[in-house]
């Protein structure tokens, strides 16, 4: 480079001929300075240089060059005498590529220095050490170096560095044995790094070549192996055809299982589940209340907008509600703790638990989680939760993956066994109770899960002693919880049919079954099996002495099935075979059947009750020789009731064991049979029930006054189809148990009148093929042989034992015992907003009595509450978040008035959801400050409701903030 101008403008002093410009841009220049196709041209320009040289220099100048000379003369007098103490046997060496001094750089003698520096600093390059190393690292070829050929400035113009530097090349042009001498000390000073760089090059290329090498002795080894097996399957197979096995036979080659491996998302390992080393499913666990939110009305309830809709309002009780009251009155007639073993309590705080379907090792999100708290300047989430490193979803907790959870050991292995002997095998399955023995980290893992679940609770619920039976009864109705959570999640019914914005994604329920069954037996101290020898009809002949805590109290008519099942099933071993879940499905289904049947025996009449018994109090003979037409597969003709022969026998039956069921109908009660009648038959029809009813005052079995009995006819097609409607509850819930537990897809359902006739094949208490007229409910009852009276006798008289007053027993089979409760709903909103604001601007609160400044409604009930004010404050908490407790079980949604706004809140956090009214552009009015007029987006609304019934506040929204109780 020879442009002063440039060089000086970007910056290089004494460039050494690696830069050059190309249109203004300074280019680096890859090859070799001193290479030979350059050799040619350099000393072209050194003779231009010379030619062009002015003769007539100055005296200052003179004076100089003499100074030079006499310096030249001392220094190389001192380094010939240097020379001759080397070694004369040295060679020069041609290539060197060690970052220098100018001043010491046989390259640096080579370059045309025209620019003089005026510094210390500007006698060198201008370039810094990495950058002088990798110029000369490129320039790699080997040449003979001619030191005659070594350029020196002519520039007058320098410091000390400059000045010496040229009189060192000046020595090396004109003495090579000086050059060579001056080559030795800067190698001594300087040495090459060439060598290492080619050291370290040539280990990496040998470690590359063992690891290949590696790879490949790993790759033979495994096709060595393969060929192995492969040879070995040959011969074992070639042997047995030998020896003539036949085809039949050919599940003796089936493959065994292999235990099911996970892959952990934080050290992307696949790996099975061990009691060592544990896998855990991610989970998100939650309160929720929204099961205890169901009502009987199919219609969506209006938010009140006067008092007449109030009081509409509060005479549509909830499910919890009921249920609160059924178990005041079980409380109040068989003592504190009496249902806690065959009810659930999971209608007001449920725990809730959902999972994204990722799996992680305990010991990886230990680790993980120390290090995310150590990380956090601010702690943004409470202790324990996470997000998933994959999905991002909130998480803060996991369920453990037992070994066994993917291991099929069916207990029976041959076919199908008689009913008896199945309920036999499971009586000695649930009284064994096989506990664990000793602690392994999955044991431990578990416990911790479940310690999760219990501490999500809310104070409601904390409340209860820690009694056996409660904590039995609470672990329980957390499996209830999540079912019927995902039978709402998924539209009400098992209909494919219905639409659902949010698809229930149910990988949690099977490993939080095993949690649950591990509680389950440490809990009990007894096993309960004889309970369920008592339902299943087998003589109880143990006589040891039962803990009082294992006592059922209560009479098994007013027990819950569905809550009967789940114990039995956590009571089990882990992996039952499908036989034994069928066996005690079409138990509980004896249990429900004989349930409905006392229900609609009390709403009957005398007459009816009369008429009922005349025509279909069978003996045992007849019951059996009509066995055959219950069972037919063709029409019989005749009207609806000669169809179903066998409800009125069940109703004859309860009728004749309960003396008429006289202590608990009452003539108040309008008959449910007479109601259908008159609707079918018309008003005169309705008329003539009702003096048949006016005038019944029979006692005995006769009935002589009134009409004659031909007058009077019970309708069992109305009450058959009211009897499927409440079987539903517990078939949905026995359909999704064996969905899970066994993997089977759920039948097609097109229409809601196909589901119980899906369901009752599905669970296979039905498995023959019959027409549509011969099919009722009594086709899946299923007794062991000379039980089909024996039994229901024994649970009638179970219920005619308890002691008067009968008014409880009466309101507790009436109310809850079964019903048809529908799909939770928020209450309807105005499409006006100005007909929700003038109603509610300026009402109290009912707690205070005062107008609140920001009036909020909960949209789960309609109650008013006083929101971010100390007015109605209770032990430090507001109103708010005390109504998300009592009302939505952990989680509320409110209207503020004042601002259009919604507010959700969930557990400890809160946010802004959004507003459900807009304007004609679709444009939020936020505090009401332009005064538009308002109209409900029934599309946000919608999906208000979807996130609530399907638990995804914490998924879709991400600005929640911890309220500390101030709402």
């Not at 001193?34 to 100055?58: C, F, G, L, R, V």
């Not at 008959?671 to 003096?691: P, Y």
């Not at 899946?780 to 229901?792: I, K, R, S, Y």
Request: charged share 25%; with cysteine.
């Amino acid at each position: 480079m020879h442009d002063k101008l440039m060089a000086k403008k970007y910056g290089y002093r004494n460039p050494p001929g690696i830069t050059y410009f190309r249109k203004g841009k300074p280019i680096n220049y890859d090859g070799d300075i001193d290479d030979e196709e350059e050799e040619e041209e350099e000393e072209e320009y050194t003779a231009d240089k010379m030619q062009a040289s002015d003769a007539d220099t100055t005296k200052g100048i003179r004076r100089n060059m003499e100074m030079e000379t006499q310096t030249e003369t001392e220094m190389r007098a001192a380094i010939s005498s240097s020379a001759g103490t080397s070694s004369t046997g040295r060679t020069w060496r041609a290539e060197d590529n060690t970052p220098h001094d100018l001043a010491h750089s046989p390259s640096a003698m080579d370059v045309d220095c025209s620019e003089a520096s005026t510094s210390t600093a500007a006698s060198n390059y201008n370039l810094d050490s990495s950058q002088r190393e990798h110029i000369y690292n490129r320039t790699g070829r080997k040449r003979n170096r001619n030191y005659r050929k070594i350029r020196v400035s002519d520039s007058r113009i320098g410091d000390g560095p400059y000045f010496i530097g040229n009189l060192i090349r000046k020595i090396a042009k004109r003495d090579e044995l000086c050059a060579q001498n001056i080559d030795e000390i800067r190698s001594r000073l300087w040495p090459n790094q060439r060598e290492k760089q080619a050291e370290q090059k040539a280990r990496e290329t040998r470690e590359k070549e063992e690891r290949r090498k590696r790879a490949r002795e790993r790759q033979m080894k495994m096709m060595q192996d393969f060929a192995n097996k492969q040879k070995e399957f040959m011969q074992t197979a070639a042997h047995n055809m030998e020896c003539g096995i036949d085809d039949e036979d050919d599940d003796i080659f089936e493959e065994q299982p292999r235990e099911k491996e996970y892959d952990c998302i934080i050290c992307n390992c696949t790996t099975p589940s061990t009691e060592a080393n544990p896998i855990g499913l991610v989970v998100l666990v939650e309160s929720s209340g929204i099961v205890g939110h169901r009502r009987r009305t199919v219609e969506r309830l209006p938010m009140p907008l006067s008092p007449e809709d109030e009081e509409r309002l509060k005479q549509i009780t909830r499910l919890a509600i009921e249920f609160n009251r059924r178990t005041e009155l079980l409380s109040l007639k068989f003592g504190e703790e009496s249902w806690y073993l065959s009810n659930n309590m999971s209608y007001e705080n449920g725990v809730h638990v959902q999972s994204c379907g990722h799996h992680v090792h305990l010991s990886c999100l230990d680790a993980y989680l120390k290090t995310l708290y150590a990380t956090q300047r601010q702690h943004q989430h409470e202790r324990g939760e996470f997000y998933c490193p994959v999905c991002r979803q909130l998480s803060n907790s996991v369920l453990p993956l037992s070994p066994q959870l993917d291991r099929p050991t069916p207990m029976v292995r041959s076919g199908t066994q008689p009913f008896e002997q199945l309920v036999a095998e499971l009586t000695n399955l649930i009284k064994e109770n096989v506990r664990p023995t000793t602690s392994t980290k999955l044991s431990e893992a578990m416990g911790r899960a479940m310690e999760d679940m219990t501490n999500i609770t809310h104070r409601k619920m904390k409340r209860v002693p820690p009694t056996l039976r409660s904590l039995f009864v609470f672990v329980t109705s957390i499996a209830r919880t999540n079912l019927e959570s995902e039978i709402i999640q998924r539209g009400g019914s098992l209909c494919t049919t219905n639409s659902t914005r949010y698809k229930p994604k149910r990988d949690c329920i099977v490993p939080l079954l095993h949690v649950l069954s591990v509680h389950v037996r440490v809990l009990v101290e007894w096993p309960l099996w004889r309970s369920w020898a008592s339902l299943a009809g087998l003589p109880v002949t143990d006589s040891a002495p039962v803990p009082s805590h294992c006592l059922e109290l209560i009479p098994s008519l007013l027990a819950d099935p569905i809550a009967l099942l789940l114990k039995f099933i956590l009571l089990a071993p882990l992996h039952l075979d499908q036989d034994f879940f069928t066996c005690m499905v079409k138990v509980m289904y004896n249990l429900l059947y004989y349930q409905i049947v006392v229900q609609l025996c009390i709403t009957l009449t005398d007459l009816e009750c009369d008429y009922i018994i005349a025509k279909y109090n069978k003996s045992p003979t007849m019951d059996e020789a009509d066995t055959g037409a219950r069972r037919c597969t063709t029409r019989t003709g005749g009207s609806g009731s000669s169809n179903m022969p066998y409800l009125g026998r069940a109703m004859a039956l309860v009728l004749n064991h309960t003396n008429r069921m006289s202590h608990l109908r009452r003539e108040s009660i309008p008959s449910t049979s007479t109601a259908a009648a008159a609707a079918m038959s018309g008003c005169g029809a309705l008329n003539t029930f009702s003096n048949l009813g006016n005038t019944s005052s029979s006692t005995g079995s006769g009935v002589e006054a009134g009409p004659p009995k031909s007058q009077v006819e019970v309708n069992l097609k109305s009450m058959e189809a009211q009897l499927q409607t409440l079987c539903l509850p517990f078939l949905r819930i026995a359909a999704l148990l064996r969905q899970h537990l066994y993997r089977h897809d759920m039948p097609e359902i097109s229409a809601p009148g196909l589901e119980f006739v899906r369901l009752i094949y599905y669970l296979e208490l039905v498995t023959d093929s019959m027409d549509w007229d011969c099919f009722n409910a009594s086709k899946g009852l299923c007794f062991f042989a000379g039980t089909e009276l024996t039994l229901p006798k024994f649970w009638c008289e179970q219920l005619m034992d308890i002691r008067p007053p009968t008014d409880t027993v009466r309101e507790l089979v009436i109310l809850n015992q079964h019903a048809s409760w529908q799909q939770p709903k928020l209450l309807e909103l105005p499409r006006e907003y100005e007909r929700l604001f003038t109603y509610y601007h300026e009402r109290p609160c009912l707690n205070c009595y005062k107008v609140p400044k920001e009036s909020s409604i909960c949209l789960l009930c309609g109650t008013i509450v006083c929101l971010k004010q100390t007015c109605c404050a209770e032990n430090d908490c507001c109103e708010a978040v005390r109504h998300t407790i009592t009302c939505g079980g952990g989680i509320g949604i409110f209207l503020v008035v004042t601002s259009t706004y919604i507010i959700v809140i969930r557990g400890r956090r809160a946010c802004l959801w959004g507003s459900l009214y807009l304007d004609d552009f679709d444009e939020e009015d936020r505090d009401l400050k332009r005064g538009k007029p308002l109209y409900l987006s029934q599309d946000r609304f919608d999906l208000l409701e979807s996130q609530w019934l399907s638990h995804k506040f914490a998924h879709t929204k991400h600005t929640w903030v911890f309220h500390r109780d101030l709402l």
